[in-house]
């Protein structure tokens, strides 16, 4: 129902986003979704590029008035840096000698495995559309379908929980403390609240950025709001919990993803992992606990949907790594092209995307509706009935 695809290289003109199965009606907000693609940009650790771009949306199609048509909704996102590729990243016969070819895969990136399945001798075929900068289309995206579940009450948020070897205690947000959460994550230049910690990560960067170095690290996503009922255990492929999952390990650089304390839950008794059910009068059904992730049986369960995502180190290193030259068949040290250091930060941004895209898919299959107004009403009989047949109270 809802789809979303994404097209455009690393240093070519830009980046286009489609969405299709929006419903009509719904205001869209150019200003927020700049914002989303100002936070993406930020983040201890970002390479040169960041200070070349000033990513800006421009919607192309599907909405007309400040809303929504219900026609597909296309925009683009220009490459400022394109102009520095003339005749490199042309669209017809390059029209300069190409120095910028590609031949000594970096290890981790996609060079060397693009190359041999497309059969490119310049590996610049492939990095331009793996590299990250894809990311500020989900991006944009994302902020259409955070601008969506606003309307149903559900808030998206990330936090990073460690960078390198170095972990903070998560915050772990409700709807009561997301003001706070809000104030101290906004000071922090790596988007964690242990602000004493944030400084010893960011040290830790500049030691990584001094040696040609590189980190990975986690962050901790979630959903706050969901009612019950999203996903379902009838089909595997309906699962919940495996199709947020399928979206945030497609994030470049995402090696695992945990719904709720999934690794952790794995070395503990049953009776230490499993969120216990009370019931009162004036709550209804509730829980004290959410190591489950808000998911059970691949449905949301009401609780905060709560994912721990973990990537690794950037593969491109100053000091490179050996690799194999494959026009001289030589060994060789790997290319280097301009660099993050450590991109947790801006990846928790693309997750808290690829988290909407995945909640706003599940809510317009539960829902249905091809206007707003459609499926808020659809969802307030929804809620009726949560009330009054599961005394579902609490929310
Ligand atoms: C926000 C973000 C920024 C990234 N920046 C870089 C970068 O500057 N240099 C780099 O080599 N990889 C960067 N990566 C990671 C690569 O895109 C990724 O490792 C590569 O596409 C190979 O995919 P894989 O790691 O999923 O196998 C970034 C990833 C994200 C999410």
Redesign the pocket.
């Known amino acids: 129902m809802l789809e979303f695809t994404s097209a455009g290289e690393s240093h070519g003109k830009g980046l286009v986003g489609i969405i299709e199965g929006l419903p009509a009606g719904l205001a869209i907000n150019e200003t927020e979704i700049n914002a989303e693609l100002n936070r993406r940009q930020q983040g201890y650790g970002r390479?040169g590029r960041m200070n070349i771009e000033t990513d800006t949306v421009e919607i192309l199609s599907g909405v007309r008035d400040g809303k929504t048509l219900g026609s597909p909704v296309s925009f683009f996102i220009a490459n400022k840096d394109h102009e520095n590729w003339q005749g490199i990243m042309d669209i017809g016969p390059l029209a300069s000698a190409n120095d910028r070819k590609v031949t000594r895969p970096?290890p981790?990136?996609?060079d060397l495995a693009g190359a041999i399945k497309y059969n490119h001798e310049d590996m610049r075929n492939i990095l331009e559309r793996?590299?990250?900068r894809e990311?500020a289309v989900r991006t944009a995206a994302g902020a259409i379908f955070k601008q969506l579940l606003l309307q149903f009450g559900i808030y998206i948020y990330s936090e990073v929980v460690a960078i390198g070897g170095l972990t903070c205690k998560a915050f772990r947000p409700e709807r009561e403390s997301l003001k706070k959460f809000k104030e101290l994550a906004g000071k922090s230049q790596i988007g964690c609240t242990d602000l004493g910690r944030e400084k010893e990560m960011i040290k830790l960067i500049d030691a990584a950025r001094q040696q040609g170095e590189s980190l990975g690290g986690v962050f901790e996503l979630g959903a706050i709001g969901v009612t019950p009922g999203l996903g379902s255990h009838i089909s595997f492929d309906r699962r919940l919990d495996a199709r947020l999952a399928a979206l945030l390990m497609s994030?470049?650089?995402?090696k695992a993803v945990e719904i709720g304390d999934g690794a952790m839950n794995a070395a503990l008794p049953g009776s230490m992992v499993h969120d216990e059910m009370h019931y009162n009068n004036e709550k209804g059904i509730y829980r004290t606990t959410n190591r489950a992730g808000g998911i059970e049986g691949g449905i949301s369960n009401g609780e905060t949907i709560l994912a721990r995502v973990h990537m690794?180190p950037?593969?491109?290193l100053y000091k490179p790594l050996q690799s194999v030259n494959t026009s001289l068949w030589q060994e060789e040290k790997a290319t280097v092209e301009r660099?993050?250091v450590c991109?947790v930060p801006?990846?928790a941004v693309?997750g808290e995307a690829m988290l909407a895209y995945g909640i706003a898919e599940a809510l317009m299959e539960q829902l249905g509706g091809d206007n707003l107004m459609q499926m808020q009403q659809n969802y307030k009989s929804y809620r009726k009935y949560l009330q009054k047949v599961w005394q579902w109270r609490k929310i």
């Open positions: 390479g970096r981790g990136h996609a793996a590299s990250a990311t994030i470049p650089a995402i690794k950037i593969p491109t660099s993050d991109a801006a990846a693309v």
